[in-house]
């Protein structure tokens, strides 16, 4: 039982480039969430899913796209990347009822040049 | 959607020493959950608050949700410095989707 995997762990990129941060888990959950995390700005949610098939925008979802194919996996897409997306990624899942939070993952740590 | 303020935003503790964290709302919450992070990691979930007026005790750890469902806080007896690192309050919708967390506290404890 794996948890939450996210990869890669860390990642530069051009201005302007595109590219995809993986999200699996092998819970079962059926919630999925993105956030990004600053200095000084707390955990700032991205886009959230409450099962295959469904997404939905959070707080700061611009520049982002997500898709929810399978239960297992919830990829977060970078469509032409900024500087101010330099940031911590982590994505998250939960059972979504009962008494459970959500379990994190790892983090991507993303830097835009 | 419902948002939280957690104060402080920061606290230095000497070893030893008790500390605080509150979040408020200004709206009524169906539940609050508590998440701690240390230096370099990830939120890791600690606990999840539903009843009015309810308070839960991990350890050295003390959670209390407000009679009102619009307050609560995490008390830490007699720090560590194992206790270092931020913690956040978060609030879920009802149904348990979009989580929105609070700033955070980010407690250091010097030995």
């Known amino acids: 039982n794996a948890g939450v995997t996210q990869t890669p762990k860390f990642q530069v990129l051009k201005t302007g480039q595109s590219m995809t941060l993986q999200c699996a888990q092998d819970m079962n959950h059926e919630y999925m969430s993105w956030y990004r995390q600053d200095p000084g700005m707390g955990l700032r949610l991205i886009h959230y899913?409450?099962?295959?098939?469904?997404?939905d925008q959070g707080e700061v979802p611009n520049g982002y796209n997500v898709s929810r194919s399978t239960t297992e996996d919830f990829p977060l897409r970078l469509l032409s990347a900024a500087p101010s997306q330099t940031s911590v990624y982590f994505c998250?899942?939960?059972?979504?009822?009962?008494?459970?939070?959500?379990?994190f993952g790892s983090g991507t740590r993303l830097t835009v040049v | 959607g419902q948002q939280v303020m957690q104060i402080p935003q920061y606290q230095h503790v000497q070893e030893g020493e008790d500390f605080t964290t509150y979040c408020n709302s200004s709206?009524?919450?169906?539940?609050i959950q508590w998440y701690k992070q240390r230096p370099g990691g990830h939120p890791v979930f600690l606990i999840q608050l539903v009843k009015s007026g309810e308070v839960k005790k991990q350890k050295r750890l003390t959670f209390q949700f407000g009679e009102a469902k619009k307050n609560s806080s995490l008390h830490i007896t007699a720090t560590q410095t194992t206790d270092v690192g931020t913690y956040f309050c978060?609030?879920?919708?009802?149904?348990?989707?979009?989580?929105?967390f609070g700033e955070g506290t980010q407690l250091t404890v010097n030995p």
């Open positions: 899913s409450v099962g295959a098939g469904i997404t």
């Open positions: 998250a899942s939960s059972l979504g009822t009962g008494p459970g939070g959500y379990t």
């Open positions: 709206t009524t919450l169906s539940n």
């Open positions: 978060a609030v879920p919708r009802t149904s348990g989707s979009r989580l929105t």
